[in-house]
């Protein structure tokens, strides 16, 4: 995205594979991608909470109360802690290195965060209870759209791809009966949905929820 201001992210995993080490050579102020630059005036940021708050205020996806506001960033740190624990049972033995060197413990790990009862469970479940705890209106917050249903639908979304298998169990159908129709809300909204459709939106990697 680029004009009027509007940052342009440099580094938020393009289609093409960018090794971190390349990303991180241009943004050396920063641990780890994604990193958001405005390149009309040099300012740079990194950590996924922070960058969807910075760009929920510019885009009018944040809440309007200053409850609400802390609650958007509770839901998308919680989203963002989803992400790390269901990229972990992919890299049980060296978290920084490929899947692909450690599949057998993997796959031993994956097992045991899917199984009745498990990690993810536990996590579909609590987010089960923020949507049925909606205060009213379609979305978290009500009938607008705002980061925090931005970071909970992706994370479902990448939980749902990457663990196609465990999702479709009848097990979980009282899960599903709650989230998927959430997610089909976001999938319906008029941006978000088309940016969705777009082809430009990286494939799940499939071995790491990202
Ligand atoms: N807490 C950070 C995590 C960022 C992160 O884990 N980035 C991955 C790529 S998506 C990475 O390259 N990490 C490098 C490292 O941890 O050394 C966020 O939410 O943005």
Partial sequence: MQGDGIPEIIAAYPKEPTPVATILAKTPKHFAPPILRNTATGFELSQTPAILEYLGEKFGLVPHSPEDKARAQQV???????????????????PTESYSVQMDEAKV???????????????????????????GGRYLFGDTTTYADCALFHVLDAAMSQFPDAWDEPSREKLRATLEPYMKLITMHVTLGAYLKADDRAPWAGDSMM
Wanted: charged share 25%; with cysteine; glycine share 6%.
């Fill in 76 to 94: 998308t740190l919680s989203a963002c802690d989803f992400l790390a624990d269901g990229r972990a049972p992919f890299h049980p033995v060296k």
């Fill in 109 to 135: 790990a994956v097992a045991e965060f899917v199984k009745d009862g498990g990690r993810l469970d536990r996590w579909l479940a609590h987010f089960v209870t923020l949507i049925d705890n909606r205060p």
